[in-house]
Structure formats: structure tokens, C-alpha cells
């Protein structure tokens, strides 16, 4: 973040972006119950949207008053301030959050929109504006958070209501491991974040540098060249444990198996959280701490190799499937490897580039799946579509559109912006041959499998059954019209960044570059054209093979598995990832856990019977002592006792004796540890 | 050379104790007339002892260090009067669903609360002792107050027999403190015989360290909570565990204050090193390890607690420096606040089946949705129990965790963190209870006004922390931070 000219303007606009949204969800979440039953529906979602839409035209306008290359603050308070350490409770609008901030507002408003239509009917409706709005408002804080807590504060935001709104149909959809298996993985991703946090704030304290805030961290970074954490570069190991983090919330290798999972939730949920926002925030922190990752080429490399090899690999799982959301799934996973491998070459404006345009095509094709479902009566099984194109034309339509525009068809959105990845890959700073290999190779099958989708949804002869072909109609105005919204979008959106190749001003790049580190791929406009023409060719072949397999041929297929069926078992299964999982690091914990029981139970149960052995002994010499002194006392004690010992029958199970020897034994331990016995913790 | 034995100083530094004293004696006197009042006998008790800390003096020592009025010590009663206050809000709601409302459950509330207060203002031996046994015998009395829960007598029992046993410990430890140095005054502690004073204070810690349920002298904790009735299992994870705290950190700030203080040290700084590190590791390791399965939350809250100890811990050794008496003072009234507020909810969702009471994971199924507050409510206090930022928890995590790596505990610190990394799953998934699952068999919850009220006062104060983490800015409230570090400079 270099203030290149512009100056850091105050203002007090950005607080409004956040806080509508929590206002909204505070509204719905407490009288929405009462409201929904006295007026219907209509107030709840007046509310969820309107509260979005405004969330969206102030961020508008504080964008446009932004002067070009600067930046905002909107600085609430103080919230913490110890020794010397100050963290403001403070937005940030510059050129990177200005996208992300209108991104976010304007897709959920547009999917809020949609919402109405899809959700109609369900009597938890006000239930689930509340939490959409409240996790648009984690969102924000997220994206225009100043510093790196308030970052992680909307990190922790979002994953809560992403949580919250796969439950939303939770009970009848999924089993619980599945949940709990998302969970722990999330975990996971948050351990490396908090510990690349800590790591990147205590390595600045060394060199007196107290300040979270971006502007500052990337002004005093250059200071933590040449320390070392646990023998690694100090900034490498942070910029890998953040990278964690982002894996975890973006799914990448090897923390994507909560994603495909979380379709669960209601259709809208998984454009707007799951797919266009959310799961972007890893890259966006990356971007966000771009300062850091140019200084650490070896954590750079972890995340352009990390990106190519979940494009590539999440694309081979989205050739098998068969649910139409888990398709979609495993392309956004494969698409954010796309994305990782964008930032991960240093080509961060590319990467938000792509976001933004995945954010377009990807919300539009999940609510165009989502109108299907909702035609369809629930069915999301492609093999029981087909020949929807006459029926629903407008839903037909944007998913043609914006199914073009995630296969990389020149003119489209996602075209450009994955060009621009691609073009970095290859010839960036920090690019390789082989990173542009699979990337190109991934986008290939991308176009493949989601032509796949295309045809066997929309095309051919339906294969639903009577009732539901009877009932197949078009969705509602409210649905199709953000859905055309989105089309357009997913068709226009890249023209903001036509590279200087074909002509273009790469005006998205320049926009981004005061608030991003600089990179600049070198090399050729002819080299560039070149590999445009490579992976334009590939994609198109992607579409002909599937046309070939699921238009002309529809038998093909069936024929083609049968004859690989082991591999084609493999791929369907998703290379069994999940049960590999679930049977080593999943069960690990629990076995751990479960083992401090078993401990409790047995190994203590059987030093108390080895002591009693010992004691026995002691008392048999002791015993001329009780007899001569203590019996008196003791039978005195003992009348007393027995009353009490019959109420505690419990107690004789032994746990009380093995608490004692507990204790017995930490003395021993204590006095061990204190005479030097025992090495330093 | 000897202060004055007794003087207007001293009277008005005795206050406090005595209103909490004699009040606890009028409130259980009055169960013999109007039982239904104790509630109202204990809030007017408290009330007055509000009134009298406010007027106590600060700083006023008596009696070979029998009472020691000091910041500190204020500081650490006005935690104890809020966690007194907490455990009167559930109280009676609960008391009354049960049918057993009676004055001298508040009496013995107070009794407790009295012990706790003498514990904290004192570095007499003798007193401790005296403080120790007043605060334990009220508690184990009343954790088998449910008399028909054979789980409850089972409770109380074992707290009973092991608390005894953790005395005998202490009064062993203090004898031998004594032999070697010949005063039972901490405070005028000069080496003596150094063996045999080191074995004292270990065996006094142990005392210590069992009341703070620190492994391996924690096993008694999650029986007892689990057993005892909520309201009181709540007092015994904030009150018991802010005392015990309190006291530690008086005992080892002197038993670690070499060079600073005349009070020689006569506990070897090198050699203690190493034990109180492995008991921070232990407690927070295992309350968390022994968390993750717990589907029973009550009992889940209790290993919780004891991982909340080990955290503790960490500002106990010093390092590089000296004990971090700011960080823990700061970490309590976080986890005062975040506790009570978890016991608040866990006491509006107890139920009995059978004279048992059943507070299984499987019951929050649907809360949320059935009680929006109650469901946001719980879930701020987990999240805060888990450390996540804006909540208290957060930074009380923060600030113990910064002044452990400024006196060079790094690998304790990351032991930390991936203990507290590891809590959030168990603190999730019971929001995910709240929220994601349905139940046939949806649970009673009980709307009472005195959970109603404990609730908002704990989630003002996990939001109020979170949101100003040193209260900045506002007139007449002196900065939190600033009150806690004022309060520990009066430590040696």
C-alpha cells in the first residue's frame, strides 16, 4: 500500500456500509417472527433487501468520491489500546476494498432479491434474511476491515452464519459427520491464520513496530527481512500459515472437502456465501497482505502451487458428478484454485480480477441451478433433467451466458480475467511453465464438464417423471430478474480489464495497482496472443468433446465408463479424499481424546491396585501402632462414618482413591520437577 | 515499629468482612421465620457490602498480616461480589422450580463469599486456613443441596472428602513453612531453612492448586460441578476460582519476589520453573482433550474451566520477569463474565427426569430459533470463551499471551494457542446444537427474569470488553486496564 500521491481522506460514510446490514439482521432476527405473522413475508424482505440495496449505493458513492489512487478511513474509536500498542476500530475504502465492498453489496443484493422468490413460503423465512444480512455484514467487516484483527474478526463472522446457513435445512439433508467434518477442517485453517497473526504481530513488536493497520504493517514489513521463525524466514513461515488460513476458507488442496458439503444450505446461500463472496476472503486477505508475499517468494510459490494443483484437480472430480450443486461446487473449488494461483504468481490484480468475474458468472449459474431445482420440485440430479431450454427460457439463457463466460469464450467475462492469470503464469515474476500448464489445462476441463452440465440440463428429451414435467414452469419475475442482472453481468464485467493485446487499457489493473504490490508479467504481445489462441482452443475442444459425449452421442458415455470403470469409480468417489480423511485426521483427535478416558479408566485403576498392594503391607506393619494409640479415636470416627459411607455407596467404585492417588502422584511430580528431575517445558 | 492493634482504619477495613459475615448469619436466622426472603436478606447483604468496599481504606495491614486491605485485595472482592451476584440471579430461579427455596441456602452462599473475601486480603497462614475452611464448608453443604439427586450427594461427598484431604495438605505445608522460617506471616518470611521451606510452599501450592482444580489435583472438578446444583457449580467456576487465583498470585509474587522485597525468596525460582510450566500445559491440554468428547455441557463447561485455569497459569510464572499479576486479574473478570453468562443459559435449559438432571447436547437442539437472545446470547459467551475477537475473551487470551512472550515463555504460548484453536470446536458445536439440528422432543426452557437478568448483565459485559477492552473514554469509569494494574502495584 503505497500512498502514491493521494493522501488518506477521513470520512464518516463507511460505517453505514457496515452497519445496515447488522440493523437489518437485528431487525429480523428479533421482531421478525411476530412480523412475519401479522403481515406475511413482504415486510421481512423489504427490510433484508433494502438494507443491502442502501449498504450498496453508499458504498457506491463513497467509491466514486474516492480520489483516484486514494484511499478513505472511517476511524469509529479506539478500541484498543495497551502499552504501546493502539488498535483502531477503523474502515479502510481503498482501491482493493472498493471492489470487494461493491462486489459483495451488489451480488447479495441481487441474490437478497432472488431470495424472495426462492425461499417463499417457508416459515423460517425471516430467520434467514436475518442471517444473510448478518452475514453480509460480517462480510464487510472483512473486506474494509483497517487492520488485520478486524480482518479476522469478520473472518470468524463469516464462517459463524456460513455455519449457520447450511443448518438452515441441515436436519433433513445431511449426516451430522458430514458437518462435523466441515468443521474441523475450517479449524484447522483458522489455527494456521491465528497463528500467522500472532507470528506477523509479535515479529513487528520485536522491531517496535505496534501497529495491525495495513498501511503501517506494509510500511514497516521490509524490517522483518532476514529474521527467522523456528529456523524458517520469518516472513515466509507467516505468509504460509496465513495461506493456511486462506486454503481453509477458500478451499484448496488439501481443505476443500468442507465446500462440496456445504451445498446443503439453500440454493441462494451457496451462490451468495459459498460461492461469490466467502470463499473468496483467502484470496482477498492474500491481496490484502500482498506487502508481505512479495517479500516472501517461498510463500508464494506454496500458493501458486497449491492454486494450480487445485484447479487441475478439482476439475478431473467435476467431470463424474451427478448432483447439479456439487458440480458447481467442485468448479468453484476448482475456480479459486485459479484464483490462488493468481495471486500465489504475484499477479494479485489478476486474482481479484477473477474474483470479481467469478463472483458474476458463478452467482448466476448457481441461481440459475437454483431456479431449476426450484422447477424441478427439489430434484437436483442431472440425470433426471433435460430438455429444460423450451420450458425456461430466461433461466436457460443466463446459464448459457455465464456457462460461456466460466468456459473462457472470448467477449465473456471470465475470459479476460482468466487470461490474465494465465498470462502471469507463464511469464509473471514468480511464473512457470507448469503453473500456466495447469491452469490452462484445468480451464480446458472447466469448459468440458460445465457444457456437460449445460446439455444434459437444458437440452435432449427430460427424464424427469410425469408430476414434476407437469408442474415445470418458468420462476417467478423476482427470480429471473437478478438472474438477467447477473448475465449481463457475467458477460460485460471483464470489459473493464481488456489487456493492452487485444487492445484493451487493462484499466482494472491500474485501478488496483496503488493498493496492491506492483508485478508485471514481461514478455511479448505476440507470446501473450499465442497462449490466449492455446487456451481459447482448449476450451473449445472442451465444448466439442462434450457436445460429441452428451448431444450426438448420449450413449457414449455410459459406454466409456463401463469400460474404465475402476478410474471412473475413483473419480466419482472424489478419489475418496473424504473417507481417507475421516479415517486418519478426524478420528486421530477423537482417538486422542477418547484415550484420556480410557487413561482415567484403566492405567489409573491399575496403579491404585498395585498401591493397595503396597499399602497392604504398610498397614500390617503400622497395625501394632493403630491398636496401641489410634484405635480409640478411630472407633469413635467410625460409628460417625458409617451413616455418611452408606449414602456415598458411589464413592467405592475406587475414583475417589484414584483422585487421591492423583494427587499423591502430582506432589511426587512436583517435588521431582522442583529438585530438577524433570527437563525444561 | 508494631502498628496500632486497632484504630478507626482498621474498623472501617473490617467492614466488609463483617456486613458479609453477620449478614450471612441474620440471612440463615431468618429461615427460621420468613424462609421465602433470603433472597431479598442476600441482595440487601450484598448491597451493604457494596456500600462498605466503597468506603474501605486502601491500604491497611493488622495483625502480623492477618488482614491486608490493599488494592489488590478490593479489586479482587469486587470481582467476588459480582460473581456472588451472578449466582444469586440463578439461584432462586432455579431454587424456586425445584421447591427448595430456603434462607439458608443464602446463608451459606454468603458464609462462602466471606471465606473468599478474608482469602484474598490476607498473607497470614493461619488465616488462609481459617479462610480456606470457611469457604469450603459452606460449598459442600450446598453442592448436595438437591437432596433427592443421589448424583448430587455424590457430589458433595467427594468434594467433601477431597477437599478435606487438600487441607491436610495445606495445614502440613504451612507447618512446615513455619518450622523453617518461624513466622506464619508471609509477608515476613526471611529465608530459614531453605529445604524444608521449599517443601512447605509446594505442599501449600498443592492445597492451592487443588481448589484451583490445576492437573493432576483437578479429577474432584467435573464430578462436583456435574453433580452440584448449576447456580452453584457456576459460583464454584467464578467465585472459588477467582479467590483461588487471587491467593496465588499474593503467595507466589512473594515467594517470588527475591531481589524486590525484603520476603526472601524462599521458594527457588529456577527449581519451581519447570513444575509450574508443566501443570500450565497439563490443565490446559487436558481440560481441552477431555472437553472434545463431552456431550454432557455442564460437564463440558467444567473441563472448560479447567482449561481456562491452565491458561491462567501462564501469567503465574515469571519467566524472564515477574508474575503477571495485571494479565491474570484482567483474564478474570473476562472469564467472570463469559462463565456466568454460559451457566445462565446451561440454568435456563436444566431440566430433571427422574429426580436426575439432563443437560445433554442433543437437548439445545432448535434453542436458537426458540429463543433468538438466549441463542445469540450463548454463542457471544462461547465465542468468548474460545477467544475470538470483539469479546472479552479475546483479550483477556491477549494480554496474557503477550506479557508470557515478553518474559520469553514463546513454547508455553503456542501451546496455548493450539489449545484455544482446539476449544473452539467444542464451544461450536454446541451452537451448532442451538442452530442446526431439530429435535421431536424440543426442551423446556425456562424464561425466568433472574437468567434473563444474569444473561444481559454478562453479555453487556463480554460486549462492553470486546467492543472497549479498557473501557476508554467514558466519565467516572477508570480504564479497566488501568484499575487491574493499579490493583496488582500494591503486590510486592
Redesign the interface.
Given at each position: 500500500m503505497h500512498e502514491s500521491g493521494a493522501g488518506i481522506a477521513e470520512t464518516s460514510l463507511l460505517r453505514w456500509i457496515v452497519l445496515l446490514p447488522l440493523l437489518g439482521a437485528v431487525w429480523n432476527?428479533?421482531l421478525g417472527?411476530r412480523i412475519q405473522r401479522r403481515f406475511g413475508e413482504r415486510p421481512i424482505a423489504a427490510v433484508g433487501c433494502l438494507a443491502v440495496a442502501a449498504s450498496f449505493l453508499i458504498a457506491l458513492r463513497a467509491v466514486l468520491a474516492l480520489p483516484p489512487g486514494g484511499a478513505a478511513v472511517d476511524r469509529i474509536?479506539?478500541?484498543?489500546?495497551?502499552g504501546d500498542l493502539h488498535v483502531p476500530?477503523a474502515l479502510l475504502l481503498d482501491p482493493l476494498s472498493s471492489v470487494m465492498a461493491l462486489v459483495v453489496t451488489g451480488v447479495s443484493a441481487l441474490i437478497h432479491l432472488y431470495s424472495i422468490g426462492y425461499m417463499r413460503g417457508d416459515r423460517?423465512f425471516y430467520?434467514y434474511f436475518s442471517f444473510l444480512n448478518l452475514f453480509v455484514f460480517a462480510m464487510l467487516l472483512l473486506v474494509l476491515g483497517d487492520n488485520i484483527?478486524l480482518l479476522?474478526?469478520g473472518w470468524?463472522g463469516v464462517g459463524?452464519c456460513s455455519?449457520?446457513l447450511?443448518?438452515f435445512w441441515?436436519?433433513d439433508r445431511e449426516k451430522?459427520a458430514a458437518?462435523m467434518k466441515a468443521?474441523?477442517v475450517n479449524?484447522i485453517g483458522?489455527?494456521g491464520f491465528?497463528?500467522g497473526i500472532?507470528a506477523l504481530w509479535?515479529s513487528l513488536a520485536k522491531h517496535g513496530l505496534f501497529s495491525l493497520d495495513f498501511r503501517a504493517m506494509a510500511e514497516g514489513i521490509h524490517l522483518l527481512q532476514g529474521d527467522t521463525i523456528l529456523g524458517v524466514p520469518a516472513l515466509a513461515f507467516i505468509g504460509i500459515a496465513l495461506f493456511v488460513g486462506a486454503a481453509g476458507k477458500s478451499a484448496q488442496i488439501p481443505l476443500y472437502v468442507w465446500l462440496p458439503d456445504a451445498m446443503a444450505g439453500p440454493t441462494p446461500v451457496s451462490a451468495l456465501i459459498h460461492a461469490a463472496t466467502m470463499v473468496t476472503a483467502g484470496v482477498y486477505m492474500i491481496a490484502r497482505m500482498s506487502f508481505l508475499y512479495s517479500l516472501a517468494p517461498q510463500a508464494l510459490a506454496v500458493v501458486a502451487a497449491i492454486g494450480a494443483a487445485t484447479a487441475l484437480f478439482a476439475a478431473t472430480i467435476g467431470f463424474a458428478q451427478t448432483d447439479i450443486k456439487k458440480v458447481l461446487a467442485y468448479s468453484t473449488v476448482s475456480q479459486l484454485g485459479t484464483m490462488m494461483l493468481g495471486v500465489g504468481v504475484g499477479a494479485y490484480a489478476a486474482g481479484i480480477f477473477h474474483l470479481m468475474t467469478h463472483a458474476f458468472f458463478k452467482a448466476c449459474l448457481f441461481l440459475s441451478a437454483g431456479s431449476v431445482i426450484h422447477a424441478l420440485g427439489g430434484e437436483q440430479d442431472l440425470r433426471k433433467m433435460g430438455g429444460l431450454r423450451k420450458k425456461m427460457p430466461v433461466t436457460f439463457l443466463a446459464m448459457f451466458l455465464s456457462t460461456l463466460a466460466i468456459a473462457g469464450i472470448p467477449g465473456f467475462s471470465g475470459f479476460f480475467s482468466k487470461d490474465e492469470i494465465l498470462w502471469n503464469a507463464y511469464a509473471g515474476p514468480h511464473g512457470h511453465w507448469a503453473l500456466w500448464l495447469a491452469g490452462v489445462l484445468g480451464a480446458g476441463m472447466t469448459a468440458f464438464y460445465m457444457f456437460r452440465l449445460l446439455f444434459l440440463a437444458f437440452f435432449g428429451t427430460c427424464r424427469a417423471d410425469e408430476e414434476t414435467m407437469r408442474h415445470l414452469h418458468e420462476s417467478p419475475r423476482v427470480m429471473t430478474v437478478p438472474l438477467i442482472a447477473l448475465a449481463v453481468l457475467s458477460v460485460a464485467g471483464g470489459w473493464v480489464g481488456i489487456p493492452k493485446a487485444l487492445g484493451g487499457g487493462n484499466h482494472f489493473h491500474y485501478y488496483l495497482e496503488p493498493a496492491v504490490a506492483a508485478h508485471e508479467a514481461h514478455g511479448s504481445h505476440a507470446l501473450e496472443l499465442v497462449l490466449i489462441a492455446v487456451s481459447v482452443l482448449l476450451a473449445l475442444s472442451g465444448i466439442a468433446l462434450a457436445y460429441h459425449f452428451y448431444m450426438k452421442k448420449p450413449d457414449l458415455p455410459a459406454r466409456l465408463t463401463a469400460r474404465a470403470r475402476g478410474l471412473h469409480r475413483l473419480v466419482e468417489n472424489k478419489y475418496y479424499v473424504d473417507e481417507i480423511y475421516g479415517a486418519t485426521a478426524v478420528r486421530g483427535?477423537?482417538i486422542?481424546?477418547?484415550a484420556?478416558?480410557v487413561f482415567?479408566d484403566y492405567v489409573i485403576d491399575g496403579i491404585v491396585n498395585l498401591t493397595g498392594w503396597i499399602a497392604r503391607i504398610v498397614a500390617l506393619i503400622s497395625g501394632w501402632f493403630d491398636l496401641v494409640f489410634v484405635d480409640g479415636l478411630v472407633n469413635a470416627l467410625a460409628n460417625g462414618t458409617i451413616d455418611?459411607g452408606r449414602?456415598?455407596r458411589?464413592?467405592q467404585t475406587g475414583?475417589?482413591q484414584?483422585?487421591?492417588l492423583?494427587?499423591f502422584?502430582?506432589?511426587l511430580?512436583?517435588?521431582a520437577?522442583?529438585?530438577?528431575l524433570?527437563?525444561?517445558? | 515499629m508494631s502498628p496500632p492493634l486497632f484504630g478507626p482504619d482498621i474498623l472501617r477495613a473490617l467492614l466488609p468482612f463483617i456486613v458479609v459475615a453477620v449478614g450471612a448469619t441474620l440471612t440463615t436466622l431468618l429461615g427460621a421465620w420468613r424462609t421465602r426472603l433470603g433472597l431479598a436478606a442476600a441482595v440487601a447483604v450484598l448491597a451493604v457490602a457494596v456500600l462498605a468496599l466503597r468506603g474501605a481504606p486502601e491500604s491497611v495491614r493488622a495483625w502480623e498480616g492477618a488482614l491486608v486491605l490493599d488494592r489488590f485485595s478490593l479489586v479482587f472482592m469486587a470481582l467476588l461480589l459480582g460473581a456472588a451476584f451472578f449466582t444469586l440471579f440463578l439461584s432462586e430461579p432455579v431454587l424456586r422450580r425445584e421447591g427448595r427455596v430456603r434462607a439458608e441456602y443464602y446463608g451459606l452462599l454468603l458464609f462462602s463469599l466471606s471465606g473468599m473475601f478474608l482469602l484474598v486480603s490476607t498473607t497470614n497462614l493461619l488465616m488462609i486456613f481459617l479462610a480456606l475452611e470457611l469457604l469450603s464448608i459452606p460449598l459442600y453443604v450446598l453442592c448436595g443441596y438437591a437432596r433427592e439427586d443421589d448424583r448430587s450427594i455424590e457430589a458433595a461427598m467427594k468434594y467433601f472428602v477431597l477437599g478435606s484431604f487438600s487441607s491436610a495438605i495445606f495445614l502440613f505445608g504451612a507447618a512446615l513453612l513455619f518450622g523453617a522460617t518461624g513466622t506464619i506471616d508471609l509477608a515476613a518470611m526471611h529465608g530459614g531453612d531453605r529445604l524444608l521451606g521449599a517443601a512447605g510452599v509446594l505442599l501449600l501450592l498443592v492445597g492451592f492448586f487443588f481448589k484451583a482444580a490445576a492437573v493432576p489435583f483437578h479429577m474432584w472438578a467435573p464430578d462436583v460441578y456435574d453433580g452440584a446444583p448449576t447456580p452453584i457449580a457456576s459460583f464454584m467456576a467464578t467465585a472459588v476460582k477467582i479467590a483461588t487465583f487471587g491467593l496465588l498470585l499474593r503467595v507466589l509474587s512473594f515467594a517470588f519476589a527475591a531481589e524486590a522485597h525484603p520476603a526472601a525468596a524462599f521458594l527457588d525460582r529456577e527449581a519451581a520453573e519447570p513444575a509450574l510450566r508443566w501443570i500450565a500445559i497439563l490443565t490446559m491440554s487436558v481440560g481441552n482433550l477431555s472437553a472434545l468428547t463431552q456431550n454432557n455441557v455442564k460437564r463440558m463447561l467444567a473441563y472448560s474451566s479447567i482449561a481456562h485455569a491452565g491458561y491462567l497459569f501462564l501469567g503465574l510464572i515469571p519467566g524472564s520477569g515477574a508474575v503477571d499479576g495485571a494479565g491474570v486479574t484482567y483474564y478474570l473478570v473476562a472469564y467472570l463474565f463469559m462463565t456466568s453468562g454460559a451457566f445462565a443459559v446451561i440454568a435456563a435449559l436444566s431440566a430433571r427426569e427422574g429426580g436426575r438432571e439432563v443437560l445433554t447436547v442433543d437437548r439445545f437442539a432448535g434453542v436458537g430459533y426458540r429463543r433468538p437472545f438466549l441463542g445469540l446470547a450463548m454463542t457471544i459467551f462461547l465465542v468468548s470463551l474460545a477467544g475470538i475477537p470483539p469479546t472479552a475473551g479475546f483479550f483477556g487470551k491477549y494480554l496474557l499471551f503477550r506479557g508470557a512472550i515478553d518474559r520469553g515463555l514463546t513454547g508455553l504460548v503456542v501451546i496455548a494457542v493450539l489449545n484455544s484453536a482446539l476449544s473452539l470446536y467444542y464451544y461450536l458445536r454446541v451452537v451448532v446444537f442451538f442452530y442446526m439440528k431439530e429435535t421431536d422432543r424440543p426442551a423446556a426452557i425456562d424464561d425466568a427474569l433472574g437468567f434473563r437478568l444474569a444473561m444481559i448483565a454478562a453479555l453487556a459485559g463480554v460486549l462492553w470488553i470486546g467492543f472497549m477492552p479498557d473501557l476508554f473514554g467514558l466519565p467516572g469509569i477508570p480504564s479497566l486496564l488501568g484499575w487491574v494494574q493499579a490493583s496488582v502495584s500494591s503486590l510486592p
Open positions: 432476527g428479533f417472527k474509536y479506539t478500541w484498543f489500546g495497551a476500530f423460517g430467520r484483527l479476522f474478526v470468524e459463524l455455519y449457520l447450511i443448518g441441515f436436519a451430522a458437518g468443521f474441523l479449524r483458522d489455527l491465528i497463528v500472532l509479535w483427535v477423537l486422542l481424546s477418547r484420556l478416558r482415567d455418611l449414602r456415598a458411589r464413592l475414583a475417589v484414584t483422585y487421591v492423583a494427587v502422584g502430582g506432589i511430580a512436583l517435588i520437577l522442583y529438585l530438577g524433570g527437563g525444561r517445558a | -
